[in-house]
């Protein structure tokens, strides 16, 4: 079971999903310190000095060794504009990408040449195009 399991991981599928993985998780890191160190505090400027991570609803207030229950809209404010920009990001990634296979494929998909030869349609040998006579089997072949 160790060497199945061994024999698993050291596939290049998990290994890339693991490297995707990390990268996903410090970009993660990345936006979230964007939307709430860059882009939160002008918006909470623009709007009278608001601080969006503070904004809630306190359901009950703290009391003694109890912590306070509050909904946290202004956390949720923060995490849809991180999602927002994540999705977005991942949108220009991936129609960049398909832009790029798409210029790849046209540079391989060379036009055509006219075609100058045929098969001849008894004997199967390549012939002239204009032939109207097979040279190897000296079949007739009408155009």
Do not use: H, W
């Amino acid at each position: 079971m160790l060497q199945e399991f061994r024999k698993f991981i050291m596939r290049g599928n998990v290994l890339d999903l693991a490297v995707g993985i990390i990268i996903g998780v410090a970009f993660t890191s990345i936006v979230n310190s964007l939307v709430n160190d860059i882009i939160m505090p002008p918006i909470g400027l623009v709007l009278g000095g608001v601080d969006f991570s503070q904004i809630k609803i306190v359901l009950q207030a703290a009391a003694g060794d109890k912590p306070e229950v509050a909904i946290n809209i202004g956390l949720f404010i923060n995490a849809l504009i991180s999602f927002l920009i994540i999705s977005f990001v991942v949108f220009l990634l991936i129609r960049g990408f398909n832009q790029m296979m798409e210029r790849l494929q046209k540079k391989e998909e060379a036009p055509k040449a006219d075609a100058t030869t045929k098969d001849c349609p008894y004997c199967y040998s390549i012939i002239n195009i204009k032939a109207t006579r097979c040279p190897n089997c000296t079949s007739e072949i009408k155009a």
